[in-house]
T-cell receptor
Framework: RKEVEQDPGPFNVPEGATVAFNCTYS??????FFWYRQDCRKEPKLLMS?????NEDGRFTAQLNRASQYISLLIRDSKLSDSATYLC???????????WGLGTSLAVNP | ETGVTQTPRHLVMGMTNKKSLKCEQH?????MYWYKQSAKKPLELMFV???????ENNSVPSRFSPECPNSSHLFLHLHTLQPEDSALYLC?????????????FGPGTRLTVL
């Protein structure tokens, strides 16, 4: 089993749709969780950290399910500009080593 | 200049060449990182420097040699590379270690090894 696993997609959705991505992780001792966004031919940028209680930032909601070892990202009212690859990142261990997922590709269509 | 800058943005080199990648961060961060991003693979962390000291080397072949002269600059020296080393090399920095804090990435160097 991969340490961090994501469905690579692509997810093709119309503008205004709600879309959700999951990311599973194998290390039950993982401590920190993040979603990064990477536009085509650009560098990754932090979208949001994922807190145990879940957190929301505008149209984006992130949740953590420790029992099932996955995190999720929900995007409401999708915009064309949301088209990107969404990278799940998990850290674990004393040195908080970061493990990156392969990413989920989202294309929002007019 | 703001954020994290990387030069060159594109590099084509032969297997016998020696070249260096440069990264500079203007954010006052103390931790810097080199990553490799290949098609169809997750980001691979190569090296971590914290306050100029190397704290992580993820079994990277010796043909990649990092150098961190100060907290703002990071180099990756390349020699006798292989075609499979062709990839996007990303530099990042963070205020404190990345497992706790946001990483800021540079635009990357697109490397092609012939």
């Amino acid at each position: 089993r991969k340490e961090v696993e994501q469905d690579p997609g692509p997810f093709n959705v119309p503008e205004g749709a709600t879309v959700a991505f999951n990311c599973t992780y194998s290390n039950s001792a993982s401590q920190s969780f993040f979603w990064y966004r990477q536009d085509c031919r650009k560098e990754p940028k932090l979208l949001m950290s994922v807190y145990s209680s879940g957190n929301e930032d505008g149209r984006f909601t992130a949740q953590l399910n420790r029992a099932s070892q996955y995190i999720s990202l929900l995007i409401r009212d999708s915009k064309l500009s949301d088209s990107a690859t969404y990278l799940c990142v998990v850290s674990a261990g004393n040195n908080r080593k970061l493990i990156w997922g392969l990413g989920t590709s989202l294309a929002v269509n007019p | 200049e703001t954020g994290v800058t990387q030069t060159p943005r594109h590099l084509v080199m032969g297997m016998t060449n020696k070249k260096s990648l440069k990264c500079e961060q203007h954010l006052g961060h103390n931790a810097m990182y080199w990553y490799k991003q290949s098609a169809k693979k997750p980001l691979e962390l190569m090296f971590v420097y914290n306050f100029k000291e190397q704290t992580e080397n993820n079994s990277v072949p010796s043909r990649f040699s990092p150098e961190c002269p100060n907290s703002s600059h990071l180099f990756l020296h390349l020699h006798t590379l292989q075609p499979e080393d062709s990839a996007l090399y990303l530099c990042a920095s963070s205020d404190g270690l990345a497992g706790y804090n946001e990483q800021f990435f540079g635009p990357g160097t697109r490397l092609t090894v012939l």
